[in-house]
């Protein structure tokens, strides 16, 4: 197998085997562009050198949650909005009702069933301007925030693959596509290609794509590899 890799010149590489592992990347959202400097992404909000005074949270999943208490713990006043109707939907009900209990007592801030409409930088106010609509009533609110953090999932980060010019299966998501059974572990319908991690379908955990990565090495050297997505734990840093 050959690719070629294209920054700033052309270089190719061959290889018996290749795996993709690609990761995710950030999902966008309308009307709030991602500077990293005033509008940020997870990556971006760990590389601040100094604690913002009022932070504001946009999504109540995992990664924001997670964020959201590193820097309440650090003394910035965060505010999270939701556009559902509770923190961690992806969570059982029972644990999501009594996070955001354990959340609040911590000095965390709500606002549920919520649409961010637009984030406007203020360079000359050295803040963000928010515009959020409650769901239910229509009711729009316009708040100034020291930092924003955009935080509402991720993507797999395939878009730059070609993978259409190399015949490689995904679906509208931009997932690529594998075999899940033993015979042909984490294969894409290209032969001697594999996928793995963020890029393909299954929770989007550290965990889960290093499990994935030791299968199809095991796979791809002796027939060996064997994994059971069922056991993946999940997890939620707070």
């Not at 590193?70 to 909005?81: L, Q």
């Not at 002796?222 to 840093?237: A, E, R």
């Amino acid at each position: 197998m050959k690719i070629d890799l294209n920054d700033g010149g052309v270089e190719n590489i061959t290889a018996k085997n290749i795996i993709i592992a690609t990761g995710s990347e950030v999902t966008p959202l309308p009307n709030v562009n991602i500077d990293e400097k005033y509008i940020l992404s997870s990556t971006g909000i760990l590389e601040l050198t100094e604690v913002p005074k009022k932070l504001l949270v946009i999504g109540g999943g995992v990664i924001g949650l997670e964020m959201a208490s590193v820097w309440n713990n650090y003394g910035s006043h965060v505010e999270i909005v939701e556009f559902l109707d509770r923190v961690l939907p992806l969570e059982d009900e029972d644990v999501s009702k009594e996070a955001l209990k354990i959340f609040k007592k911590k000095g965390l801030n709500f606002t549920l069933e919520t649409k961010v409409n637009k984030a406007t930088v203020l360079k000359n106010e050295n803040c963000v301007e928010v515009e959020y609509e409650d769901i239910k009533s229509g009711k729009k609110t316009v708040n100034k925030y020291d930092k924003v953090l955009v935080s509402i999932g991720r993507k797999a980060n395939t878009l730059k693959l070609n993978l259409d010019k190399a015949g490689i299966q995904y679906n509208k998501n931009g997932k690529i596509i594998i075999n899940k059974n033993h015979k042909n572990l984490l294969q894409t319908n290209v032969n001697h290609i594999f996928a793995i991690g963020d890029c393909v379908e299954g929770p989007m955990l550290a965990h889960k794509a290093e499990e994935d990565g030791v299968g199809v090495v095991d796979y791809i050297v002796d027939g060996s590899g064997h994994i059971d997505w069922h056991l993946v734990p999940g997890v939620v840093y707070t």
